[in-house]
């Protein structure tokens, strides 16, 4: 029985509310010792949650934005191998073997705050979750109301590889969002 959000240790608010790391870690149920990734890391928050209530033998990070940073390295997490950031990379080509992690989960940019340049982004995204999960992992986005649609539109037309599990709508105050958790068929 986990115990209720209220008396898990605190946070410091550094981008998603930690509230929402929570569920989305929760979600994402991570094996011990799993390695765990974020290709869309930005300040580091979903990956803090799971390095405080998980047993975790590494945790990758994309592109931490640097004034984050100093902010995690405040939390006790030196038992893990954290923020191996490779922010020179792009998504679409993580400088990653192919089913070498066992644990996705990202934040996608919904479009307001931060914009998405490239309108293929999600799809790439969504490639590279495939070739970079081993086989029966787990991959958990937050994504806006339209990329949940465009997710199933997505693997609707995909004949093998990932499955989604299951879509969860949430408030974040004026927006509404998605929690889909996908898994890749063994």
Do not use: W
Not at 7 to 35: E, G
Not at 98 to 124: M, R
């Amino acid at each position: 029985v986990q115990s209720p959000l209220s008396c898990r240790n605190y946070i410091p608010h550094l981008t998603l509310r930690s509230t929402v790391c929570a569920l989305m870690v929760n979600f994402l149920q991570p094996a011990l010792y799993s390695v765990l990734l974020d290709p869309m890391c930005g300040g580091g928050t979903i990956l803090l949650e799971a390095a405080t209530v998980c047993k975790l033998r590494s945790v990758t990070a994309h592109r931490v934005k640097e004034e984050h940073r100093i902010s995690l390295t405040l939390c006790d997490i030196t038992h893990l191998d954290f923020l191996n950031s490779f922010a020179g990379h792009r998504v679409a080509s993580l400088p990653l073997k192919n089913f070498s992690i066992d644990a996705i989960v990202c934040d996608f940019p919904f479009g307001q705050k931060h914009c998405v340049e490239n309108p293929n982004l999600f799809k790439i995204l969504l490639e590279q979750i495939h070739r970079v999960l081993v086989h029966g992992g787990r991959a958990v986005l937050l994504v806006s109301t339209k990329q949940e649609m465009q997710l199933k539109q997505l693997l609707t037309h995909q004949n093998d590889g990932l499955t989604l599990l299951s879509s969860h709508m949430l408030s974040l105050g004026e927006t509404s969002a998605y929690v889909c958790i996908l898994t890749k068929k063994s």
